[in-house]
Nanobody, 124 residues
């Protein structure tokens, strides 16, 4: 049974930092695109950051220069370090994986595996 589980969320003041973790379990050992999304009530879910199969990263303009990826392959854990947080970063954050594929494949247009989400609240 495949599973993604986020942790590390919480409440911080503007300018603070949080490090989200996403632990993957039950996945077959192929290459996946991985991403962090966030959603605010009443708004569509948006992609915050994406890590492609070959290790390339892309970030939403709103978080560039503030959010970074890291991973621990031995622990099947993906991290999102969020610095200089702003009140507009307040959302439920989700980690996700696509269906997987060869290293040379582009990321799937949709992500099929999702964690349950974790709340991040930034106060001014």
């Amino acid at each position: 049974q495949v599973q993604l589980m986020e942790s590390g969320g919480g409440s911080v003041q503007a300018g603070g930092s949080l490090k989200l973790s996403c632990v993957a379990s039950g996945f077959i050992p192929i290459k996946y695109c991985q991403a962090w999304f966030r959603q605010v009530p009443g708004k569509e879910r948006e992609m915050v950051a994406q890590l492609t199969r070959d290790g390339s990263t892309t970030f939403a303009d709103s978080v560039k220069g503030r959010f970074t990826f890291s991973q621990d392959n031995a622990e099947n854990t993906l991290y999102l370090t969020m610095n200089n947080l702003k009140p507009e970063d307040t959302a439920v954050y989700y980690c996700a994986r696509d269906k997987g594929g060869p290293l040379s494949d582009a990321c799937s247009p949709s992500y099929v595996y999702w964690g349950p989400g974790i709340q991040v609240t930034v106060s001014s």
